[in-house]
Every structure is written in structure tokens, then in C-alpha cells.
């Protein structure tokens, strides 16, 4: 494929693909990031003698790959890294979650959130389930913990530990849907 070729694939796929990552990433800048690492990769692969069928779902395939590599990127957050000095943990979750004001979208988004993770905190072992709610619901430090049930320290620290793996485990199922779904 040739320059000229690209540049009609890139002016013919830019539009759907910008859309498509958009949905999925709220920051313009860096859906427009993502956008351009993709074309960028299709520009590679000519480059390299590997022609692409149906560029528009390798496009796509591309686009999602990245934006998912990017959530990895991320350092996953406590919501205690998340709420400003003084804020309640509800409050930080609540700013986690799509505001019921953004319209019926997003209200059922919320809803079905919630319910996932409602779900699965009923799925995790009580012990688990008591010191992640304790700590990150109801905003206790793990000092306060400690002293309430008498368990060491290390003990709630390795309990939580084992929670948020098995709330990652078992969210990453409800949120690789939600970026599968268009």
C-alpha cells in the first residue's frame, strides 16, 4: 500500500474510529492518543510488508487493544488516593461512579455497577468482605481495625489484599463486556 492509500484509509476509518474510542475514553486527548497509536501501527504494518484485511476491524481490534492496555497502565486507586483530605469514602465513590444528572445512560450505568459490585462483595469471604467494607466503605484505618477485632495488622492487610484480588477478578469479567459492547 502506498501513501496515497493510507491517507484514503485514514480519511475514510478516522471518523468511526474516533467515535469508537470515544465512547470508551472519556479524556478527549487521550482518545485522540489512542486514535493515533492505532493509525500509527497501521502505517507500521504496510511499512513491514504485513498487509491488514478489513482495516476497519483491525482498526478497531487495535483501538480497544491499547485502551485497554491503558486502564492496566493505570495504578489501580484507594479510594482514600481518590477522595480530597476530609471527604468521606462514600463520597469518593460516589464521584467514581457516572452521576445519575448525566442522563438515562448513565443512570443505568450506575445502577448496574453498583449491583455488580454489591454481587460481588457478597461473593467474597465475610472476614474479606468486613475488612474491605471497613476500610474502604466506612473509611477506618487498618490501626482502628486492628484494635476493634484484635487481628494483627498484617492479617487485615493480607484480608484485603485477598478481596480487592477477587473483586478485580471478578469485576474485570463485568468491565471487558462493557468495553466489548459498542
Do not use: C
Not at 475488612?131 to 486492628?146: C, D, P, R
Amino acid at each position: 500500500m502506498q501513501d496515497s492509500e493510507i491517507a484514503a484509509v485514514v480519511r475514510r476509518e478516522r471518523g468511526r474510529l474516533l467515535s469508537f474510542i470515544s465512547k470508551r475514553v472519556r479524556d478527549a486527548a487521550e482518545a485522540e492518543d489512542v486514535l493515533q497509536e492505532a493509525l500509527y501501527e497501521l502505517v507500521n504494518a504496510y511499512r513491514l510488508m504485513q498487509p491488514v484485511e478489513q482495516v476497519g476491524a483491525w482498526l478497531m481490534r487495535v483501538a480497544r487493544n491499547r485502551i485497554i492496555d491503558g486502564f492496566r497502565r493505570r495504578r489501580p486507586q484507594l479510594l482514600s488516593d481518590v477522595a480530597p483530605e476530609g471527604e468521606e469514602a462514600d463520597a469518593a465513590w460516589e464521584r467514581l461512579l457516572p452521576a445519575v444528572e448525566e442522563g438515562p445512560d448513565a443512570a443505568l450505568v450506575r445502577e448496574l455497577l453498583l449491583e455488580e459490585l454489591e454481587r460481588a462483595l457478597a461473593e467474597l469471604p465475610a472476614r474479606q468482605r468486613e475488612v474491605f467494607i471497613a476500610h474502604e466503605l466506612e473509611g477506618a484505618s487498618f490501626k482502628e481495625l486492628s484494635e476493634r477485632w484484635s487481628v494483627g495488622i498484617n492479617t487485615l492487610l493480607s484480608r484485603k489484599r485477598y478481596a480487592v484480588l477477587r473483586l478485580r477478578e471478578r469485576l474485570r469479567v463485568v468491565y471487558e463486556e462493557w468495553l466489548r459492547d459498542p
